[in-house]
């Protein structure tokens, strides 16, 4: 079946530090792949996504790029602020609705 | 325009009872669908709706949980009756379309304590 396999958290940075949280993917077609976050209090937001193969998803400071050949969806972010203390899901689908996500990465940062 | 909201917020009930969780999606989308958040791990799918039809139920953990969309509009998830295990967060999300590539709009969830 589909999978996702996300970095465990927790993560503790600093503001203005790199962030990355590895994100690496099973799917038995050719999925479009999402980075979800959710804010303390808030439900789950869609943050970027890609849908084919070297595609390179940003919103709000964060990248990731779709990696066929690894099977992978890292998201990065080079300076990080407090505001971005949250928690990042990992999800794909294909070619459905169904999303399948990974177990989620709780991020803090300090300032 | 007012996003996905779910009712209620926290619900804390004793094992054997009861429990009916709300969703309201945003006016207009179709598809409402129901995930699961268990004890920190993934989010997991558990079904899906077009308007009123269920197309696709294959996440529900048991004949313990019954799902509905009266008339297509808000849809209510019932736990009856309620064990342990079944404690987490459930979110509810909609879309206007269904697909991979539509975005799923999510609400903020129910977090359900079973004791």
């Known amino acids: 079946g589909d999978s996702v396999t996300q970095m465990e958290g927790p993560v503790t940075l600093s503001e203005e530090a790199f962030l990355t949280i590895n994100c690496t993917y099973t799917a038995t077609g050719y999925p479009s792949l999402f980075w979800y976050v959710q804010y303390p209090g808030e439900g789950l937001q869609l943050l970027l996504k890609a849908t084919k193969a070297d595609d390179k998803g940003s919103n709000k400071g964060f990248e990731a790029t779709y990696r066929k050949e690894t099977t992978s969806f890292h998201l990065e972010k080079g300076s990080v602020q407090v505001s971005d203390s949250a928690v990042y899901f990992c999800a794909l689908t294909v070619g459905d609705y169904k999303l399948s996500f990974g177990a989620g990465t709780t991020v803090t940062v300090r300032a | 325009e007012a996003g996905v909201t779910q009712f209620p917020s926290h619900s804390v009930i004793e094992k054997g009872q009861t429990v009916t969780l709300r969703c309201d999606p945003i006016?207009?989308?179709?598809?409402l669908y129901w995930y699961r958040r268990v004890m920190g791990k993934e989010i997991k799918f558990l079904l899906h709706f077009v308007k009123e039809s269920k197309q696709d139920e294959s996440g529900m953990p048991n004949n313990r949980f019954l799902a509905e969309r009266t008339g297509g509009t808000y849809s209510t998830l019932k736990v009856q009756p309620a064990e342990l295990e079944d404690s987490g967060v459930y979110f509810c999300?909609?879309?206007?379309?269904?697909?991979?590539?539509?975005?799923?709009?999510f609400g903020p969830g129910t977090r359900l304590t079973v004791l």
């Open positions: 999300a909609s879309s206007q379309l269904a697909g991979g590539r539509n975005e799923q709009f």
């Open positions: 006016s207009g989308h179709d598809n």
